[in-house]
């Protein structure tokens, strides 16, 4: 019985310190409040009913990343409806403290997470990930394949991304 409560306030600490991925997760997949809620609930049960799986010499944010991506993503897949929006606000809010945006940096922010959101499931996974600044290794170790596939992908967004900016600017 001690065992379960350690075990359950283990889970509860670590989902609480990296709650963060939780809800970029759930914004990057859903856009109506509702279903932000239904993906966060089934993406904490989906870690819960894996916890026991956990291996403790990956770090923990790669494994919760692993298993709340391939939620969304059947979620995602299930129903076309959440196929709505990446949300880029954060990083919006972060930039602007720091400095004021003009209106072209806002428009192309809003064309990044529009060419973002048109990308599929893995693409999108990717980009989030690598928006967060991840390493390729850890971008890797999350999506099940390899670096250079990382990598790889990465760079042909990168350049499909700037084809489309380019062609707007033109």
Not at 37 to 61: A, C, M, P, R, T
């Amino acid at each position: 019985m001690i065992r379960d409560q350690n075990k359950k306030e283990e889970f509860l600490n670590l989902i609480q310190e990296h709650r963060k991925i939780i809800f970029k997760i759930c914004n990057s997949y859903c856009k109506n409040k509702s279903d932000r809620e239904d993906i966060g609930q089934e993406i904490v049960f989906q870690l819960w009913k894996s916890f026991d799986s956990y291996n403790s010499e990956l770090k923990f944010s790669t494994w919760m990343y692993r298993v709340s991506l391939n939620v969304a993503i059947s979620f995602y897949r299930k129903d076309k409806r959440y196929n709505d929006t990446i949300s880029l606000d954060e990083h919006l809010i972060e930039i602007s403290a720091e400095e004021d945006l003009s209106g072209e940096t806002e428009r192309n922010f809003s064309l990044l997470q529009q060419f973002i959101n048109e990308l599929k499931e893995l693409d999108r996974a990717l980009m989030i990930l690598y928006l967060e600044e991840k390493n390729y290794k850890e971008i890797a170790e999350i999506l099940g394949i390899t670096e250079t596939n990382v990598a790889t992908k990465i760079s042909r967004i990168k350049e499909k991304i700037k084809h489309k900016f380019k062609n707007i600017h033109n």
